[in-house]
Structure formats: structure tokens, C-alpha cells
């Protein structure tokens, strides 16, 4: 260690967006001279918003791509301001709410975000903590026309697990992103070319011409595998790749080919959310898909995980096809008989009594499983029920004593009738303070369908091995400590329990715990408890990872007191 020359130096930062001189005017939003604005190919789903983008080279520096992540000089600045359209249909509508700036200052990318005022005449830097906002929206179709949104502020470090280096920080600016035309004032261009010509890129990419360029997934005129596959990468591949801290398996890039991916008829490993047969994606089949459950429903275990806390229906209905199109690769592909004629006789249901009675029994045997419970949920987006069918079904299941089943159909109540999780912003405090249940605890832990411990610790004969024994860690730890563990599971990582990435001499990459070494092999087991065995004379590159297998915001989909319980019965264990 050496001491930091700039510790002691007075730092002057921007607290108003108005102070970061990226803005000739920030009430009109006009970008100052030598801030380019610029657009991307393929959106990410940010619960309804819009985005505008710019980005800003300090003099006559260039970004550098003759690499595949591009480097950029010290002090660039990529912006992009969201908007929401409050008011549908209405002049003005649109609010911005935040405007979110990425600056690399010569050595590492940081994060900030600023809040955007009622006036909309300037925004302010907010807290490293980030903060839920409700918003008020009007919606026709709401109870007197109004509803609540809850605007999600990201923390810094939630910045920081997207934007990650091992996606290339700068997520949306390069070349398959960038490669499109943009109107600039009066002239439209190609964005690679426009940007090579003004010096801020240090080639025209266009000459070489790109082998892979994103589509926009909605656009209906695109290839639809090109669509999703631009939509996974997009919204999730930022994490789902190696070494970016996901411990899920599945690798989500654009170009990298699907066979390769690890997610076709590929056996899920954090939980199967008691679809039988489940895969990641099973061919020809989204109901025992595990990643169309998880974009469709709300609670534990929804995805994206980080960066949206609404359902992207639009983004569902892609995934959806585009899996069903698949040619099924798998014997056990589900049937139709017993979800589809349970369906089928719930709307077949006649007015007389006798009939309402049959119905309302034919709709309790379907929200009974995961899988009748997806196919309730596709009747009901479609509007293929008549009215009374449709609110009928949306009751009960949100009411079903099941959360793998009531997550599903959340989204119809209210934001404020939902379930209170705690999010990404938890304080410990709260949960410290309540009195916890250590049988409820010890339910959530063995029979719990979203409190996924078990499928890596054993407790009492219950659950894996892949992590520590819990009554070990419990009878050495406070409370607090079991907490912090939960929240911050990379904090500190016991070398027993360390993650390597191996990459042997023909280019396999494999990564997971050791379970053994020796001078002939190297054992090691991932996060499905798959063990791989690796002749030690092949291993070209061996590295320890500082990312724990247990995943960050494990906690983010439960409630203060489920955790609480959950505390109460590791302490009780001692």
C-alpha cells in the first residue's frame, strides 16, 4: 500500500446537473457545445421510460476501438436523461425524471445519479444510497384514473453491478449498439461514421462492416430470433456472462451462438419454482420455461433482477414466441391434457349455479400448479375471458396461499395493495428491530418456494453443500453478522468457498468452488452442483474471482419480517 496523493484534495463535484457543464440550457435540455447526443439500436426495458443519450471526449481526444471494449480518455462522460410519460395523451406529458451520468476518470468508471425537480429546470446529485419514489400516473383504466408508480433511484453500486467491466462498462456505447443512422439537426447519418468523421471515434467502423448488430426487439419487421436474442442481451446479458457476478450458468450475449449459451434445455440452477421437467428454456414449450416464469411474474426470483421493478409485457409476449417457435429438443416436453382442459373447462363454464360452482372449481385446480397458473396468467393478458372469468381468476390468485403463484398475477393489484419487499434499499435497522418467528424461519427455509438457501446450504438434513453448513455459521454469528453476510455476500469469502475460473490450453472456460486439487486434476463444482474435472496439464490460466457464488440483493424480493423470521431461526440454532 502507498499513500493516495489525492486523499487530502479539496474535491469540488457537481452537486446540480446544471454545475456538470454538459447543458448550454438544462430547462430546454440542450446538450453544450462538444456533447454529442446519440441513440442505440436496442432499448432496455425501464418500466415505461424513454431515454436520451449524449456523450462528451474532453478536447480532441479520441475513444479508441480497435479492441472489443473500447478505451476511452480520462475524464469522458456518457449521459442519458429518462423520461416518463405521466400524463398519456396529454401536452406535456412526458417528465424527466432522472438523468444518469457514467464518468471515467482515468482509471475506473463511476456512477451518479441526478433527481430532476418538479419545475424541471434543473436536477440534483442524489445520495449513494439511491431512493424509491412513488409517482402519480394517470391511467383511465386505474381506479379514478390514477396509480401509483414507484420510481426506482439506483445506488451507485447498483451502477456499478450493471455497468461492470467484464461487460464493457460503457454498456450501450459501441459499435452494435451505435451502428444505426441518427438525425443530427437538419442531416441524418450513420452513428459510426458521424462519429469517426467529427474525430470523437478514431476509425469509421462502417468500412469493416459489422458481423453483429443489434435490432430493436419490438420493431416487427426484424428477425425474431434476432429480436430476442437483442433483447436478452440488452437486458440481461450484462450480468449473464462470465465472470460478471451472475450464479446463474446462462450466458446471454448476442453473438455468442445459442447452442453455447447454456440455457437451451439446460436444467435451471436456482430453482425450478416447482415447474416439473423445468429448463431455462425448453424448446418449443415457455411453460416449463424457467427464464418466461421469471420475466412474467413479480416477487423472489423475477427478472431482470436489477434496473426495472414492472412486468415488460411486450418483452414477455417476444420471449414467449420466440421459445415456442424453438423445435422441441426434450421427450418430456409438457403435455396439454391436464393444464389446457382444466383451462378449457374453466371457460366453458355456464351461468347456472351447478356450471359456476364446476368453473370456480375448474379455476382453483388450475392456480394448484406453477404451470396451470402460467396458463391461467396467458388467458388473462390476452383477453381471451370474458370479464367477470378474468377478475374472477386475478382474485384468487392473489389471494393463493402459494407466492409462486400469487407473484404471478401481482401485477394486477394496485402498487400500493402489493406485497411490501424490501427492494434494493434495505436498512438493517429495520429488520433488527422486529421480533422474529423462528418456526416461520424454519418453514421459509425447508418448504419456501422463493427463499432459495437450501439450494446451497444444508440445514438439518435439509439442502445442498455447496456453501457453509448454516448451524455452524449461525452458532459463530450475531444476528447482525448472519444479516450483513446476506447483504453483502463478496464482503468477505472464505478461501474454502472461493470462486476460480479455469481456462485450459484449448480455450474452455469453466468456473465454480474447488473441490479438489492434486498433481493430476483440478475438481470443480458450479452453482448447479455440476462437478467438472480438468487434467491439470491443461490449465493455462487458473484465477480466483472476488464475487461470491451466493448472488447480491438475495434479500431484495422478501419481506422486513420474512428476513427477521428467517434470522430468528439461525439464532436459534445455537
Request: charge should be negative.
Amino acid at each position: 500500500l502507498v499513500p493516495n496523493p489525492s486523499a487530502e484534495s479539496p474535491v469540488n463535484f457537481p452537486h446540480k446537473l446544471s454545475e456538470t457543464g454538459l447543458f448550454e440550457s438544462v430547462a430546454d435540455h440542450t446538450p453544450a457545445a462538444g456533447v454529442i447526443p446519440y441513440s442505440i439500436n436496442a432499448e432496455a426495458w425501464a418500466d415505461g421510460a424513454h431515454a436520451e443519450r449524449f456523450v462528451a471526449i474532453p478536447g480532441d481526444s479520441t475513444v479508441q476501438t480497435k479492441e472489443a471494449t473500447w478505451t476511452f480518455p480520462k475524464d469522458s462522460v456518457l449521459a442519458k436523461t429518462i423520461s416518463l410519460d405521466t400524463t398519456p395523451g396529454q401536452p406535456g406529458g412526458q417528465r424527466r425524471i432522472e438523468t444518469q451520468i457514467l464518468h471515467y476518470d482515468g482509471s475506473a468508471w463511476q456512477g451518479y445519479t441526478y433527481r430532476w425537480n418538479p419545475q424541471q429546470t434543473d436536477a440534483t446529485l442524489m445520495d449513494a444510497a439511491g431512493e424509491d419514489v412513488p409517482l402519480d400516473i394517470q391511467d383511465p383504466a386505474a381506479p379514478g384514473g390514477h396509480r401509483q408508480q414507484t420510481w426506482h433511484f439506483a445506488s451507485r453500486t447498483e451502477c456499478l453491478r450493471c455497468h461492470n467491466p467484464w461487460a464493457g462498462n460503457a454498456l450501450a456505447f459501441n459499435a452494435p449498439q451505435l451502428n444505426r443512422s441518427h438525425a443530427y439537426d437538419a442531416v441524418s447519418d450513420n452513428q459510426l461514421r458521424a462519429l469517426a468523421h467529427v474525430g470523437l471515434l478514431d476509425r469509421d467502423l462502417t468500412i469493416d462492416k459489422p458481423e453483429h448488430v443489434l435490432v430493436n426487439p419490438h420493431d416487427p419487421s426484424a428477425d425474431r430470433d434476432a429480436r430476442a436474442r437483442s433483447y436478452l442481451h440488452t437486458n440481461c446479458a450484462h450480468c449473464h456472462r462470465m465472470h460478471a457476478g451472475s450464479s446463474v450458468l446462462s450466458k446471454m450475449r448476442y453473438d455468442l451462438e445459442l447452442e453455447k449459451t447454456t440455457m437451451l434445455d439446460e436444467r435451471p440452477s436456482q430453482g425450478t419454482f416447482s415447474i416439473p421437467a423445468a429448463r431455462v428454456i425448453a424448446p418449443g414449450d415457455p411453460f416449463r420455461s424457467v427464464m418466461w416464469y421469471r420475466m412474467s411474474k413479480l416477487g423472489r426470483g423475477r427478472m431482470p433482477h436489477i434496473g426495472s421493478m414492472m412486468v415488460d409485457d411486450a418483452g414477455v409476449d417476444l420471449i414467449y414466441d420466440w421459445i415456442a417457435a424453438m423445435p422441441a429438443k426434450s421427450s418430456d416436453k409438457d403435455s396439454p391434457t391436464s393444464a389446457d382442459d382444466l383451462l378449457a373447462a374453466v371457460e366453458s363454464g355456464g351461468a347456472g349455479p351447478a356450471d359456476a360452482a364446476d368453473q370456480a372449481a375448474a379455476v382453483a385446480r388450475l392456480l394448484s400448479t406453477t404451470v396451470g397458473a402460467l396458463r391461467a396468467l396467458q388467458a388473462v393478458r390476452q383477453a381471451s375471458l370474458d370479464d367477470a372469468l378474468r377478475q374472477s381468476i386475478i382474485d384468487r390468485a392473489v389471494a393463493h396461499s402459494d407466492s409462486q403463484v400469487r407473484d404471478l398475477f401481482e401485477r394486477f393489484l394496485p402498487e400500493e395493495q402489493r406485497v411490501k419487499r424490501l427492494g434494493s434499499i434495505i436498512k438493517p435497522e429495520q429488520i433488527l428491530s422486529l421480533s422474529g418467528d423462528a418456526e416461520r424461519g424454519r418453514a421459509l427455509f425447508e418448504k419456501s418456494g422463493t427463499v432459495t438457501c437450501r439450494n446451497c446450504h444444508r440445514l438439518n438434513e435439509i439442502g445442498e453443500t455447496l456453501g457453509p453448513d448454516l448451524r455452524a455459521v449461525a452458532q459463530k454469528k450475531t444476528p447482525e453478522q448472519l444479516l450483513d453476510g446476506m447483504l453483502n455476500p463478496s464482503a468477505k469469502i472464505e478461501p474454502e468457498f472461493a470462486v476460480f475460473v479455469i481456462e485450459t490450453e484449448r480455450g474452455r472456460v469453466c468456473s465454480g468452488l474447488i473441490v479438489s486439487k492434486t498433481d493430476d486434476e483440478i475438481v470443480l463444482k458450479d452453482a448447479s452442483l455440476k462437478e467438472t474435472r480438468i487434467p491439470a496439464g491443461e490449465v493455462a490460466l487458473m484465477e480466483q474471482q472476488t464475487k461470491s457464488l451466493m448472488p447480491d440483493l438475495l434479500l431484495r424480493d422478501m419481506t422486513a419480517q420474512e428476513v427477521a423470521d428467517l434470522l430468528a431461526y439461525l439464532t436459534s440454532l445455537k
